[in-house]
């Protein structure tokens, strides 16, 4: 496979966490020396995760539990940008927030006016991944979408997997039943949306060409970087690798990413062989 091509000129790497990063709380085989090799040729990198409940210092201190320390600032969670997602789309409103404390202290932050699960109808809902979701909130968001409101959701992710391979509920399986009793669909801001793609770009000042997503879901991961220019490298998590024509798990409904291999230790070996190109 031409490797060399399809990872040319390359001045950042954005990974994924779950089921890329890390699988539960243990690290990927490999990324700590990935992520040595991409400093000494110059690459920079930073994480894009759909997580919608810790915020990046949280992530940060997670990461570092598992033994690797990297910078908050590196770190671009949509729980952190949801509330200028917001602000961007429709100026500083009313929001009903679905899920975590830290996604509920980025929308105030953002100066948006909070307002509680169960008070008046805001001017957005926005729904992340709630696990003290129930009955009750499903009737009054059904309710408050009704009467105008907006639905927002931080990711459309079903789930994600667990240290085992376990599925671990997310927010897209709460959308599901919202969207179920209103008949709507909603907005999202995550992957596979370009809007946290763009958000990471503009940290590093880089060209969608000079940029490379690797990620677990083709759904999300592999999607979103297609749909905002980035070169893509899938993570399959299997034994296979190599282009996904060859892949029996490849399904035709999936979009393409550039290069598909078996694990993050495999992307490590490829980097350290001078295969991904700086461009700087």
Not at 42 to 67: E, H, Y
């Amino acid at each position: 496979m031409d490797y060399e091509e399809r990872l040319s000129n390359i001045k950042v790497c954005f990974f994924d966490l779950d089921g890329c990063v890390y699988h539960g709380s243990r690290l990927s085989p490999g990324v700590i020396p990935l992520l040595a090799e991409l400093r000494q040729r110059a690459i920079r990198f930073a994480f894009l995760t759909n997580n919608s409940r810790l915020r990046a210092p949280d992530i940060g201190a997670r990461l570092a539990a598992m033994g690797l320390n990297v910078a908050a600032r590196s770190i671009v969670s949509v729980t952190d940008i949801a509330g200028a997602y917001i602000r961007d789309k429709f100026g500083r409103v009313t929001v009903k927030t679905i899920g975590s404390d830290g996604l509920a202290r980025s929308i105030e932050e953002a100066g948006h006016t909070a307002v509680a699960w169960d008070g008046p109808s805001p001017d957005v809902v926005i729904v992340g991944r709630d696990t003290e979701f129930h009955y009750g909130k499903l009737q009054q968001i059904a309710a408050d979408i009704g009467r105008g409101a907006r639905l927002i959701a931080a990711n459309p992710d079903r789930y994600h997997p667990g240290a085992s391979g376990e599925r671990i509920p997310e927010t897209g399986a709460l959308l599901a039943a919202i969207e179920a009793i209103t008949g709507g669909t909603a907005e999202c801001i995550g992957k596979p949306e370009p809007y946290i793609f763009e958000h990471g770009m503009k940290l590093f000042g880089a060209a969608p060409e000079h940029c490379v997503m690797v990620g677990d879901n083709p759904d999300t991961d592999i999607a979103g970087s297609i749909r905002a220019g980035l070169k893509s490298v899938w993570i399959t998590n299997e034994t296979a690798d190599g282009h996904p024509d060859s892949m029996p798990e490849w399904s035709p409904d999936w979009p393409r990413p550039d290069i598909a291999l078996s694990s993050i230790e495999q992307f490590y070996r490829l980097v350290a062989s001078g295969v991904l190109q700086s461009a700087n």
